[in-house]
């Protein structure tokens, strides 16, 4: 067990660095937002002072980081879920669920910028898609339509598809997946008759 532990705080003051040129700031940047001196900050990096809670929680702060990001923590028993967005294909998608199977959930945002030109894709599966903010272009065979927020769409992944912004505004939206067969169904009581 001391061995892992002073394997983590070694490994601290690499990470320590690498977190501020990344933000592209200065040892003395960081002393001013942090209170620690230059010498001190310089030493934790390089390794030559051992990290302590008193130094790593406000440099946790000042990068934006949780503690356990900072120090490389194993994970814990904690239930809650930790998901991590993914960059690709011009968006971000956070994950919003988890398990292997079935119906799959996401969040997707793609940032304001020009338009792009549709590329339509198949695959197998099931999809909807809800617009939260902006303007959804979803090409979806030879239909090209634009989804304001609230509005949603399914469609079989067979089918060509693309969505993308519908202007140069971003657009954030949910997408529900599923594999073939696994349909969304959204269910409505009927309206009382007046």
Same mark, same amino acid.
């Given at each position: 067990?001391?061995?892992?532990?002073?394997?983590?705080?070694? +490994?601290?003051?690499?990470?320590?660095?690498?977190?501020?040129?990344? =933000?592209?700031?200065?040892?003395?940047?960081?002393?001013? #937002?942090?209170?620690?001196?230059?010498?001190?900050?310089?030493?934790?990096?390089?390794? %030559?002072?051992?990290?302590?809670?008193?130094?790593?929680?406000?440099?946790? *702060?000042?990068?934006?980081?949780?503690?356990? !990001?900072?120090?490389?923590?194993?994970?814990?028993?904690?239930?809650? /879920? &930790?998901?991590?967005?993914? +960059?690709?294909? %011009?968006?971000?998608?956070?994950?919003?669920? =988890?398990?292997? %199977?079935? /119906?799959?959930?996401? *969040?997707?945002?793609?940032?304001?910028? %020009?338009? $792009?030109?549709?590329?339509? *894709?198949?695959?197998?599966?099931?999809?909807?898609?809800?617009?939260?903010?902006?303007?959804?272009?979803?090409?979806?065979?030879? &239909?090209?339509?634009?989804?304001?927020?609230?509005?949603? #769409?399914?469609?079989?992944?067979?089918?060509?598809?693309?969505?993308? =912004? $519908?202007?140069?505004?971003?657009?954030?939206?949910?997408?529900?997946?599923?594999?073939?067969? !696994?349909? +969304?169904?959204?269910? +409505?009581?009927?309206?009382?008759?007046?």
């Amino acid at each position: 067990m001391d061995d892992d532990l002073d394997q983590a705080l070694d +490994a601290v003051g690499p990470r320590l660095r690498a977190l501020r040129r990344e =933000r592209e700031t200065t040892l003395a940047d960081l002393s001013a #937002a942090t209170g620690i001196s230059v010498s001190t900050l310089s030493r934790l990096e390089s390794g %030559g002072r051992r990290p302590t809670l008193e130094l790593l929680l406000p440099l946790a *702060k000042a990068h934006g980081v949780t503690l356990d !990001e900072l120090v490389g923590a194993p994970p814990t028993g904690d239930p809650r /879920i &930790h998901l991590r967005p993914v +960059a690709a294909f %011009g968006m971000t998608m956070l994950p919003l669920t =988890r398990r292997p %199977g079935g /119906i799959q959930a996401y *969040k997707l945002i793609i940032p304001a910028g %020009g338009r $792009a030109e549709p590329e339509p *894709k198949t695959h197998e599966g099931y999809e909807w898609v809800y617009v939260l903010n902006g303007r959804l272009r979803l090409v979806l065979g030879e &239909h090209d339509l634009v989804l304001a927020p609230g509005e949603a #769409a399914e469609f079989d992944t067979r089918v060509p598809h693309w969505f993308g =912004r $519908a202007d140069d505004q971003g657009v954030e939206f949910l997408s529900l997946f599923g594999s073939q067969g !696994e349909r +969304a169904h959204l269910r +409505a009581r009927p309206r009382d008759r007046e």
